[in-house]
Every structure is written in C-alpha cells, then in structure tokens.
C-alpha cells in the first residue's frame, strides 16, 4: 500500500485530498524562543491557528480531505506534539519534516556534525520518530543559506538528505531553487533520481530571475510554486513580494510548456510565527481565496488543478523505495 507519513501516523496517499506542500504552522529563527517580545503562549498560538486550519480543512472538503505540510525545520521551532493536536482537532492531515531550513538555521551541534551523522538523524527522524513523540517525518528538508551560493554546510546536508531520501523513500523539498547546479550533482552523485526533489521558491520576488527553473525541470526536478499570497500590493509588501499577474503568468507560462505534472503550488504561509510579526494578510487559505480563482479564471480546468494540488503531491509524498 502506498502511503505517507502524518504526524498521527502514515495515511493511504488517496486520503491525502489537496495539499499546501510548502507551509508552517510557526516558524522562528533558532533562538526566537528567548525573545519575550514576540513569542506567543500556548493559548495565543491555538487560537491564531485553529481557525486557519478548520477553514483550511472545510475548503479542502471538496478534494476528499486536505494536507499540511509543514516544512519547519530542525531549530525553527517545529514542535510536533502542538501539530498532532492540531491535527486531530481540525482533520487537517499534517506531514512534519526532518532537516534544516538552511545550514544557516543549523544551531552549532549540527552545524558541527558530519554528513554521516546528519544522515543518521534524518533516517531517525522518519523512521523512529521526532524527539520523544513517536511521529514520523514525512518528508526532508534542506536550503541554500543566505548569501546566494551553497555552504559547505548546505551541501553536507543536501548529501545527507539524499542518503536518508535513498534509505527511507521520503522525498526532499528545497529552501530555494538557486545555485541549483550544484544541488544536482550532489543528489546525481549519490544516485538520487531528481523527482524525489521538490526545488522550492522558484517564483519569489527577490530569486526569480536568477532560478534556472526550466533547467532544473529538464533534469527531471519538481518545481515549487511556492510563494503565491506575498504580493506588491500588500499594504506593508512582505520579503519576497512580486506583482500578482507577475508571478501568476510566470507559473501559467511554466505549465503551459507542458510541464504541469513536474510542478506543486503552495503559499509559503505561517499560522502563527514565532518570534517575529509574521507577514500580514496572508495564509494557507490565500490557495483558495485567492490562487484557485485566479487559476480558473485563467482558464485552467479542474483536472488541471488536481494535477497541481492532489495528483502530483500525492505522487511526490508517497514513500518510494
Ligand atoms: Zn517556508
């Protein structure tokens, strides 16, 4: 039976429905837990979060259920007891990640470990569990530092990634699409096929016109659509902000080569940051007030929207071996 891991345990892939591949539930930098300016309580972050998730999961209802897939890091807060409560109180299935935002989120023990080392955590992580919970993580995550180019560090943990990924069938998704070159020849030299790989943020604001994201697809990579809600013309225009039509006809030009089945739409959002402000006006749900409308209005048929938000992440989520 194929089958994904939740963090209240592996699903059939069928029960899945439409899935927001690149979320957070919270996100903070590692160390945000020290700030008393902005961190929330438990009861601040239950509220601002489970009205996001029970309209998240009505919307879904539609496609037979929804997913969430969070993809906080080790060190940034991922707190997978808090995501199985969630979870089972909103119906919302939730997919929790091993792996690092980006080596520059690696608190020092990690940054410090080898590839062998992280290689062992990450199996753990999906096959034992997360700390003492017992859940599995679902997929791996990895990230180009700040800076632009791959760290030594980045690269020892997309080489450990790849060897759980091979280990455990769980795919990789990727902080960033750039300096993608040498992403590639890692996973190539450890013999990871490249759809296991979802390179993510092909469409932000402030990386886009440097992502080779049809090279990447012509190596046979997923392609992440993943920052559609940060929008110019928000009142106070996040990081990574681009014109609405902008980064639509961007993902509408990039399926309309015919690589709709490479490719997986998410909203990048936080149900409630930790230790930052966050990003106003914008959540999972911009995939359906906003994006799905935008679609069809762009004469995208349904099927096609199944392909991106049912078909494909099913396809990407299921464990491989
Ligand atoms: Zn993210």
Same mark, same amino acid.
Request: charged share 25%.
């Given at each position: 039976?194929?089958?994904?891991?939740t963090v209240l /345990?592996?699903?059939?892939?069928?029960?899945? /429905?439409? @899935? #927001? *591949?690149?979320e957070h539930i919270g996100y903070g930098m590692p160390g945000s837990e020290l700030d008393?300016?902005w961190w929330r309580s438990p009861e601040q972050r239950y509220e601002e979060t489970v009205?996001k998730l029970?309209?998240?999961?009505?919307?879904?209802?539609?496609?037979?259920?929804?997913?969430f897939v969070d993809v906080t890091g080790i060190c940034n807060g991922r707190d997978v007891d808090y995501y199985r409560s969630l979870s089972a109180k909103t $119906?919302v +299935?939730i997919v929790a990640c091993t792996g690092f935002v980006?080596?520059?989120t690696?608190l020092?023990? !990690?940054?410090? %470990?080898?590839?062998?080392?992280?290689?062992?955590?990450? *199996?753990?992580e999906?096959?034992?569990g997360i700390g003492g919970t017992g859940a599995l993580a679902g *997929?791996?995550k990895?990230? *180009?530092?700040?800076?632009?180019?791959?760290?030594?560090?980045?690269?020892?943990?997309?080489?450990?990634?790849?060897?759980?990924?091979?280990?455990?069938?769980?795919?990789?998704?990727?902080?960033?699409?750039?300096?993608?070159?040498?992403?590639? %020849?890692?996973?190539?030299?450890?013999?990871?096929?490249? +759809?296991?790989?979802?390179?993510?943020?092909?469409?932000?604001? @402030?990386?886009?016109?440097?992502?080779?994201? @049809?090279?990447?697809?012509?190596?046979?990579?997923?392609? $992440? !659509?993943?920052?559609?809600?940060?929008?110019?013309?928000?009142?106070?225009?996040? !990081?990574?902000?681009?014109?609405?039509?902008?980064?639509?006809? +961007?993902?509408?030009?990039?399926?309309?080569?015919?690589?709709?089945?490479?490719?997986? %739409?998410?909203?990048? #959002?936080n149900c409630s940051p930790l230790g930052w402000?966050g990003?106003? $006006?914008?959540? @999972?749900?911009?995939?359906?007030?906003?994006?799905?409308?935008?679609?069809?209005?762009?004469?995208?048929?349904?099927?096609?929207?199944?392909?991106? !938000?049912?078909?494909?992440?099913?396809?990407?989520?299921?464990?491989?071996?």
């Open positions: 039976m194929s089958r994904v891991n /345990g592996p699903i059939p892939t069928e029960e899945l /429905g439409l @899935v #927001a *591949v690149h008393t300016k009205p029970r309209a998240f999961h009505e919307h879904a209802e539609a496609y037979g259920g929804g997913t $119906g +299935h980006g080596g520059d690696a020092p023990h !990690f940054a410090a %470990a080898d590839v062998d080392y992280l290689t062992r955590q990450f *199996v753990h999906i096959t034992v *997929v791996i990895v990230g *180009v530092s700040r800076g632009g180019r791959m760290t030594e560090l980045d690269k020892r943990i997309y080489r450990a990634a790849a060897r759980a990924s091979l280990a455990t069938g769980v795919p990789i998704l990727t902080h960033l699409a750039i300096d993608a070159e040498n992403a590639v %020849a890692i996973f190539r030299e450890e013999g990871l096929p490249l +759809h296991r790989v979802l390179f993510g943020h092909v469409d932000d604001g @402030v990386n886009a016109e440097k992502t080779r994201d @049809v090279w990447i697809a012509e190596q046979g990579g997923r392609i $992440g !659509f993943d920052t559609f809600g940060y929008e110019t013309e928000l009142p106070d225009p996040p !990081f990574w902000a681009r014109p609405r039509r902008e980064r639509l006809e +961007h993902f509408l030009r990039f399926i309309g080569d015919g690589r709709i089945t490479q490719v997986l %739409a998410s909203a990048d #959002a402000p990003v106003k $006006g914008h959540t @999972v749900n911009y995939i359906f007030d906003d994006l799905l409308p935008d679609l069809r209005g762009a004469g995208l048929s349904e099927a096609a929207i199944r392909t991106v !938000f049912v078909e494909n992440p099913a396809d990407f989520l299921t464990i491989q071996k």
